[in-house]
C-alpha cells in the first residue's frame, strides 16, 4: 500500500489577506505539475481561506485549502466561531483540529476535538487531527500511552468508513515552534504507534490507508530523514510554510 504524501502549511495567526494572496500567489508560481504526486494544503486564517481559494482556482493549480478550527454545531448563537458547512461552501477540504495551541492555550478538550471531527467528517470535510505530548509526558515515559488516548478519544463513535479521509498529524509540543525537531526515529515510534491504534480500533485496511504526517519545526534541513520513514506520511509545517521558497523544498521532499 503506498499512501500519497501530504505536505500541509498551518499559517497559524499570521499574514492579512494582503499578505495571504501574496504568498498563495508565491507558492502557486512555484507549482509544478509534479507535485500532483502530493496532497499540498495551505490552512491559513479563516479571512485569508476565501482569497487564498480564488488565487489557486484562478491559477488552476491542484493545493487544497484548509481551515485552522471550526465549530460542531451547525449554526446558531456561537459568537465567533465558524461552522462547517461556511468552510465547505468556500471550497475547504480540510480542517485542523485539537492543535496543541488550541488544547493548551483554548481549553480544547479531547471532547471538543471529538465533536469537531464528528462535525467535520459529517459535512464532507477531512480533519487533520493533531495529537502529542509536553516534555513533562516523554520524561515519564509516557508519550505512547498519551498520544494514543488523544487518538481514541478524537475518534470516538465513529466507524472505519467515516474515518477514511481523516488524518492524523503527531506533533510533540517541545517540537513546536522551538527549532528542537524529534528525531526521525522518535518521531518514527509514535507514528507507528498511532496507526496501530487506528488499526486497532478500525482495521488494519483503514490503518494502512490513514496518513499520519508529523509536524514541529520540519524544515528543509531535516525534512529528509522524517519523510523516508515508514510511518510518516508527509508534514504540518508552522515556520517553514510561510515563506514559498521553504514550502516548496518541504513539497518536493514527498517526491524523492
Ligand atoms: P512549527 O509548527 O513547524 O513552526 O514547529 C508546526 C505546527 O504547530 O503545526
Given at each position: 500500500m503506498t499512501r500519497k504524501k501530504m505536505m500541509a502549511g498551518n499559517w497559524k495567526m499570521n499574514?492579512?489577506?494582503a499578505e495571504a494572496v501574496v504568498l498563495t500567489q508565491d507558492i502557486s508560481n512555484q507549482y509544478d505539475k509534479e507535485w500532483?504526486?502530493?496532497?499540498?494544503?495551505?490552512?491559513?486564517?479563516?479571512v485569508d481561506l476565501k482569497p487564498a481559494k480564488t488565487v489557486l482556482d484562478f491559477d488552476k493549480v491542484k493545493i487544497s485549502v484548509g481551515a485552522q478550527n471550526v465549530h460542531w454545531e451547525p449554526e446558531g448563537a456561537f459568537t465567533g466561531e465558524i461552522s462547517v458547512a461556511m468552510l465547505k461552501e468556500i471550497g475547504c477540504e480540510y480542517?485542523?483540529?485539537g492543535h496543541s495551541e488550541r488544547r493548551t492555550l483554548f481549553g480544547e478538550t479531547d471532547e471538543m476535538v471529538n465533536k469537531k471531527t464528528r462535525a467535520l467528517i459529517a459535512g464532507g470535510i477531512a480533519p487533520i487531527v493533531c495529537v502529542g505530548e509536553s516534555l513533562a509526558v516523554r520524561d515519564a515515559g509516557e508519550t505512547e500511552e498519551y498520544v494514543c488516548?488523544?487518538?481514541?478519544?478524537?475518534f470516538a463513535g465513529l466507524d472505519a468508513?467515516?474515518?477514511?479521509?481523516?488524518?492524523v498529524a503527531?506533533?510533540?509540543?517541545?517540537?513546536?515552534?522551538?527549532?528542537?525537531?524529534?528525531?526521525?526515529?522518535?518521531?518514527?515510534?509514535?507514528?507507528?504507534?498511532?496507526?496501530?491504534?487506528?488499526?486497532?480500533?478500525?482495521?488494519?485496511?483503514?490503518?494502512?490507508?490513514?496518513?499520519?504526517?508529523?509536524?514541529?519545526s520540519m524544515?528543509?534541513?531535516?525534512?529528509?530523514?522524517?519523510?523516508?520513514?515508514?510511518?510518516?506520511d508527509g508534514g504540518l509545517i508552522g515556520g517553514a510554510a510561510l515563506k514559498a521558497a521553504s514550502f516548496r523544498q518541504l513539497v518536493e521532499a514527498c517526491l524523492s
Open positions: 499574514k492579512t489577506v500532483e504526486g502530493v496532497d499540498v494544503v495551505l490552512c491559513p486564517p479563516f480542517c485542523i483540529v488516548a488523544q487518538v481514541r478519544a478524537a468508513v467515516e474515518v477514511k479521509d481523516a488524518v503527531y506533533e510533540p509540543i517541545w517540537a513546536i515552534g522551538t527549532g528542537r525537531t524529534a528525531t526521525p526515529e522518535q518521531a518514527q515510534e509514535v507514528c507507528a504507534a498511532v496507526r496501530a491504534t487506528v488499526a486497532e480500533l478500525f482495521g488494519e485496511e483503514t490503518a494502512q490507508n490513514m496518513r499520519v504526517l508529523y509536524g514541529g524544515k528543509p534541513e531535516n525534512v529528509e530523514g522524517l519523510i523516508c520513514q515508514p510511518d510518516i
